[in-house]
Nanobody, 128 residues
């Protein structure tokens, strides 16, 4: 089991930036795929980006962020960071990070059903 703790959420003006961090502890050897998901009020979780903390290219879901977000990792600190730039009114949500075991051709693809351990989330709000 992997414990995940997110931080970095807050309120920014449209066009601003935020950097979210996710610290993982526990059995990341068996769940090396760490991903970020957004959850808007009344909606399900939607994958934003994922990365294999054992090494591998980042995966970005361009449908959700249109290239404005990037994901990176510090494997020594077991921290995965989501850099969010040019935030728009469609971005406010609770952002969760999650851990899962499945890596596809080196990629960690953020499909909700493939992730078993979840953090409590960090809230992002965007003002006009």
């Amino acid at each position: 089991q992997v414990k995940l703790v997110e931080s970095g959420g807050g309120s920014v003006q449209a066009g601003g930036s935020l950097t979210l961090s996710c610290v993982a502890s526990g059995n990341t050897d068996e769940s090396p795929c760490i991903a970020w998901f957004k959850q808007e009020p009344g909606k399900g979780r939607e994958g934003v980006a994922g990365i294999n903390i054992k090494g591998g290219p980042p995966f970005i879901n361009f449908k959700t962020d249109e290239g404005r977000f990037s994901i990176s990792q510090d494997s020594a600190m077991r921290t995965v960071t989501l850099a969010m730039n040019n935030l728009v009114p469609e971005d406010p949500a609770v952002y969760h990070c999650a851990a899962g075991p499945y890596v596809t051709d080196g990629f960690c693809i953020p499909m909700t059903e493939d992730f078993y351990d979840w953090g409590p989330g960090t809230r992002v709000t965007v003002s006009p």
